[in-house]
């Protein structure tokens, strides 16, 4: 699980993000970001991406890293239970499924949700979720936000050059809140050029239903001590800064508050004007921005005559704050250089070259061998045997003993099945023919399939898919008659129940032992029951 932060902090340095979609740019755009606030991990812990799975190779500052990719948002959040914000750039059909899993799931606290067009009923559901379960939605049609020097949602804040410029690689005194993500790129320049810099900027989304709203974040940011004052752009459209309104006067927002509806220009068109997003519509008068920057004034936030003077308020009430004490400007920060992705500058070492080709799992180049970058000599110290190695090799990790036990059982249990099955009978009559060793070994490999090794493979797919689909052993049987799919692991051309295989034997009684959890086993010994049921010999197989 991630580490608790106070309620009303959703980013820091220690923030991991999933990121649904591949997005490439965006994901090494927040890369960059990090790097040049000098995070000590990168946020984006993996990616899901349902049409793959494997690994992303991207930059961290000139070194490439590997960022795991999933399928599904469920093993994503397993693999990553630190990881506690999605940024979902999932299209508007699928963003409602996909925000209502991460809401759901007990380790995401914030989604931020980039989609513009998502039903407004959907949104209102993905609220009442959110809601309930006390967590966060940042959208829909949102660009996202930002913690300065510490996260960044997606493509917040643009380019790195506009990034410095507006000093968000480290923190400053001003907090925002926008409608609009365009205009949040307008809020970090202007609060950089008159205050000491931003500490956090979200926009909420332009739809009519954001998933938080104005007031969700002001208070956040009134709790935040950090946090000295703070800044609202609002636009036509909608009631979300009547709420802000009600807090000024009942007195939950005590800090600066410098505040502005944009759209007070639709007052000289004839008719009612629908303005750029879906929320920014005024259907009466107490929507328009005229209206709400009166209301605003009126219950003390500081509201200039347009947005012409916008950033002198700004800068009028944080000089203000400095010279009564209240804030000590924070200090300026020179970020670290990101190399130039350009090869001709490849030699004088200021940009970055993608390698060719990749090994996860060995390195023989330094001093050492290393298996998943543990040294050789430490794997033979530790007496980590034939299963650690595996374990290193095959599954990237360093296997518990039991499992280690296993694996070297598994390959006892398995060295040789003698000269009857295909695979050997065709190795042996490839060599009789003459051939050389490399093709009578190859011949035999060729035959390796659903009937003869293969099966392995097919028979942890089968079992682990309707498991954890939550079907049960009866509806898998059925299911895989109805689509005429033999079940893998499953049938012994010799062995029955009445005369078993002593090495599953010796393997079920091993796992009973020692595994923590055996559920594909007595899934698959379930099955077992049933299918012996109608044949003696369709048992486990090895």
């Known amino acids: 699980m991630a580490k608790k932060r106070p309620d009303y902090v959703l980013f820091d340095k220690d923030t991991t993000a999933i990121v649904f979609g591949y997005q490439q740019r965006a994901i090494q755009r927040m890369l960059d970001f990090d790097y040049i606030c000098r995070r000590e991990k990168p946020s984006v812990a993996c990616i899901?991406?349902?049409?793959?799975?494997?690994?992303?190779?991207?930059?961290?500052?000139?070194?490439?890293?590997?960022?795991?990719?999933?399928?599904?948002?469920?093993?994503?959040?397993?693999?990553?239970?630190?990881?506690?914000?999605?940024?979902?750039?999932?299209?508007?059909?699928?963003?409602?499924?996909?925000?209502?899993?991460?809401?759901?799931?007990?380790?995401?606290?914030?989604?931020?949700?980039i989609a513009e067009g998502?039903?407004?009923?959907?949104?209102?559901?993905?609220?009442?979720?959110?809601?309930?379960?006390?967590?966060?939605?940042?959208?829909?049609?949102?660009?996202?936000?930002?913690?300065?020097?510490?996260?960044?949602?997606?493509?917040?804040?643009?380019?790195l050059d506009n990034i410095v410029t507006s000093r968000l690689h480290r923190p400053g005194s001003v907090a925002y809140v926008s409608k609009s993500g365009g205009l949040s790129n307008e809020l970090n320049n202007i609060i950089a050029r008159n205050t000491d810099g931003?500490?956090?900027?979200?926009?909420i989304g332009?739809?009519?239903?954001?998933?938080?709203?104005?007031?969700?974040?002001?208070?956040?940011?009134?709790?935040?001590?950090?946090?000295?004052?703070?800044?609202?752009?609002?636009?036509?459209?909608?009631?979300?800064?009547?709420?802000?309104?009600?807090a000024l006067k009942d007195g939950r927002v005590t800090k600066p508050l410098v505040a502005w509806?944009?759209?007070?220009?639709?007052?000289?068109?004839?008719?009612?004007?629908?303005?750029?997003?879906?929320?920014?519509?005024?259907?009466?008068e107490q929507e328009t921005a005229d209206a709400k920057n009166k209301a605003l004034k009126e219950a003390g936030a500081i509201v200039p005559n347009s947005f012409d003077d916008f950033d002198e308020k700004i800068k009028q009430t944080y000089d203000k704050l400095v010279k009564s004490g209240e804030l000590k400007p924070k200090p300026d920060v020179e970020p670290p250089r990101i190399p130039i992705d350009y090869d001709v500058?490849?030699?004088?070492?200021?940009?970055?070259?993608?390698?060719?080709?990749i090994s996860t799992i060995s390195d023989d180049r330094g001093e050492e061998l290393r298996y998943c970058g543990v040294p050789i000599s430490k794997i033979f110290e530790e007496n980590w045997g034939l299963g650690g190695v595996i374990g290193l090799l095959w599954f990237k990790k360093k296997l518990p003993k039991w499992a280690r036990d296993f694996l070297e059982m598994v390959v006892l249990l398995t060295a040789d099945h003698g000269p009857a099955v295909?695979?050997?009978?065709?190795?042996?009559?490839?060599?009789?023919?003459?051939?050389?060793?490399?093709?009578?070994?190859?011949?035999?490999?060729?035959?390796?399939?659903?009937?003869?090794?293969?099966?392995?493979?097919g028979a942890a797919d089968h079992f682990t898919?309707?498991?954890?689909?939550?079907?049960?052993?009866?509806?898998?049987?059925?299911?895989?008659?109805?689509?005429?799919?033999?079940?893998?692991?499953?049938?012994?051309?010799?062995?029955?129940?009445t005369n078993p295989d002593v090495r599953v034997e010796i393997l079920k009684d091993y796992a009973r032992k020692h595994f923590p959890i055996t559920e594909t086993l007595d899934f698959a010994l379930e099955v077992e029951k049933l299918t012996t049921a109608k044949r003696g010999n369709l048992i486990l197989n090895v």
């Not at 009923?121 to 966060?136: D, F, G, M, P």
């Open 198 to 203: 931003v500490y956090e900027g979200v926009a």
């Open 422 to 457: 295909s695979g050997a009978h065709n190795a042996i009559v490839a060599a009789r023919a003459g051939k050389d060793l490399i093709s009578s070994l190859v011949s035999g490999l060729l035959t390796i399939g659903p009937r003869f090794g293969g099966a392995v493979q």
């Open 465 to 497: 898919t309707y498991l954890y689909r939550g079907e049960t052993p009866e509806f898998m049987v059925k299911d895989m008659k109805s689509k005429n799919v033999n079940i893998q692991g499953i049938g012994h051309r010799i062995k029955s129940v």
């Open 345 to 357: 500058a490849f030699k004088q070492g200021i940009i970055r070259r993608p390698t060719q080709f």
């Open 48 to 113: 899901v991406n349902p049409t793959r799975d494997g690994f992303h190779k991207c930059f961290w500052g000139a070194k490439e890293i590997l960022l795991p990719m999933y399928r599904t948002i469920k093993e994503a959040t397993t693999n990553h239970p630190d990881a506690d914000v999605m940024v979902n750039f999932a299209s508007f059909r699928s963003a409602y499924p996909t925000t209502k899993e991460a809401l759901e799931s007990e380790t995401i606290r914030t989604v931020a949700v």
């Open 261 to 284: 509806c944009i759209g007070t220009c639709s007052k000289v068109f004839p008719a009612e004007v629908q303005f750029g997003h879906a929320g920014a519509r005024a259907g009466a």
């Open 118 to 159: 998502v039903p407004e009923h959907r949104t209102k559901e993905l609220i009442k979720i959110a809601n309930k379960r006390k967590k966060w939605i940042i959208g829909p049609a949102t660009v996202g936000g930002i913690a300065a020097g510490a996260f960044r949602i997606g493509n917040t804040a643009g380019m």
């Open 206 to 246: 332009g739809d009519r239903y954001p998933g938080s709203t104005f007031i969700h974040h002001l208070l956040r940011y009134e709790a935040n001590p950090e946090i000295k004052m703070t800044v609202m752009l609002g636009e036509v459209g909608g009631l979300d800064e009547y709420e802000v309104v009600e």
